[in-house]
């Protein structure tokens, strides 16, 4: 038996070097997955079910994560719980209680006031003038018009600043197309099922704890299905506190209202994930995807990528309007175009013009016979479904037409439909302000 006591070096270009250098590859991307599921679990007590699912593609979950950061929780126009509020009403509107639910809790642990949750008419009335173009872009976004943004923009005591509905916009779009990607990966349907992260960390252990010395797991909370709330550790005692206050709040709000949904059972150390009826916060629920192509009003023409295109014209405006935004979600669509696949280019690149057509939205230099040749007929009506009807309430998701697929190209097609549809409703809405701003 031969010993070695060096590592053994292998020639360049050799089959052993190519096999250890895809090791190794391998190697960093499983820890650069496990570092932004620890970052993620430090940072809010727990590893949400989308960030878990996307993990399969680090690269693209880092931008994800920055972006969807930067648009909640950092520097812009709008105050915190109204961007919550904001996710509500996009939520809604595809009836995700995932996300609902997620941005219920999120907005009472920033103060906002347990009474908006009663409904949208409880709402401020500049929350609830957003209701029609948030109505629009998700179901619609060829209807966008200037008007729309004039409206929202004339000038009273209840009107919107330019920069404050920009911001709104970027956050009705993100979050209409996240249900996209929670109804395709069905993260809606499990939203109530008690997981563990793929590293082995259960959803209530938080790294902060470990950090302080407290490194003792959790015990697993037992499974409950005539209870819809769910509990997880605080990151502090002073939020724990703060959040004692707002549920002695919401007891007093809740005892004056009979008709209340929003019930507080929490221990010292815990938080509630609230639940609440997303059909409260939708108005016109009749209102949904109309096809683009056999609509007999001939007054919404095709959108002509030659005519306003992200790249020449929605970047520069909207990163002009909400500082950097423009960078992160262009950071978005490159990643998700440069993910490693084991489909051609000519695959991914249907598929996203796919999306955008389905949405009135066509490319003069592509040649669209190749949708038909690259998307067998199953794909093509599961990327319809996930894209234009993402409601598990009402329509059944048709499964995937590829038995084989590895469970990271399943997510890889479910972010491909993300974020095509995020770049779709965006040029609708930013050419709309374009042509507000120019008139």
């Known amino acids: 038996m031969i010993i070695c006591a060096k590592k053994m070096d292998y020639r360049l270009g050799t089959q052993c070097q190519r096999v250890q250098n895809q090791a190794m590859k391998v190697n960093s991307e499983k820890e650069r997955a496990s570092l932004l599921c ?19 593609h680090p690269q693209y979950l880092e931008s994800f994560l920055h972006s969807q950061h930067y648009i909640l929780y950092m520097d812009g126009p709008l105050p915190l719980e109204y961007r919550h509020y904001i996710a509500i009403m996009a939520a809604a509107r595809h009836r995700c209680s995932y996300l609902v639910s997620l941005h219920v809790a999120q907005f009472l642990r920033v103060g906002g006031d347990p009474l908006w949750l009663q409904g949208l008419e409880a709402a401020p009335p500049r929350l609830r003038h957003l209701d029609h173009i948030n109505k629009v872009l998700a179901h619609q976004p060829w209807l966008t018009a200037r008007s729309h ?5 004339k000038t009273g005591e209840q009107c919107w600043s330019l920069a404050e509905l920009v911001q709104a916009v970027v956050l009705l779009a ?6 996209s990607f929670v109804f395709g990966s069905g993260t809606d349907a499990d939203a109530t099922a008690s997981t563990r992260a793929s590293h082995g960390t259960p959803p209530g252990y938080c790294l902060c704890d470990a950090a302080n010395g407290n490194a003792a797991m959790p015990p697993s909370p037992t499974a409950r299905t005539d209870w819809t709330p769910r509990r997880r550790s605080l990151d502090s005692s002073c939020e724990a506190d703060c959040l004692r206050e707002r549920i002695q709040k919401s007891q007093e709000e809740k005892e004056r209202i009979s008709d209340r949904s929003l019930y ?24 949904g995807y109309q096809e683009f192509a056999s609509r007999e009003d001939d007054h919404f023409q095709v959108f002509r990528v030659q005519d306003y295109s992200w790249e020449d014209h929605g970047f520069s405006l909207v990163n002009r309007l909400y500082s950097d935004i423009g960078h992160l979600l262009d950071d978005r669509f490159r990643s998700v175009a440069s993910l490693p696949s084991q489909h051609s280019p000519d695959l991914k690149r249907a598929i996203w013009n796919y999306i955008h057509s389905i949405y009135g939205i066509r490319y003069d230099d592509y040649d669209y016979g190749e949708v038909n040749q690259l998307l067998e007929r199953g794909l093509k ?10 409601d598990s309430t009402k329509t059944p998701l048709c499964p995937l037409p590829w038995p084989s697929l590895k469970a990271s190209e399943r997510i890889h097609v479910n972010l491909l439909v993300m974020e095509a549809r995020l770049q779709a409703e965006l040029l609708y809405a930013l050419r709309a302000i374009t042509q507000y701003m120019i008139a």
């Open 38 to 56: 620890m970052k993620a679990l430090a940072s809010r007590g727990r590893l949400d079910t989308v960030s878990q699912q996307m993990a399969t």
């Open 264 to 287: 507080t059972d929490v221990e010292d150390e815990e938080e509630l994930v609230c639940s609440a009826d997303p059909s409260r916060f939708v108005t016109d629920p009749d209102f």
């Open 149 to 153: 943004i004039q409206a929202l923009l």
């Open 381 to 390: 009506l599961y990327i319809k479904a996930v894209a234009c009807y993402p």
């Open 174 to 179: 993100h979050c209409h197309s996240l249900c």
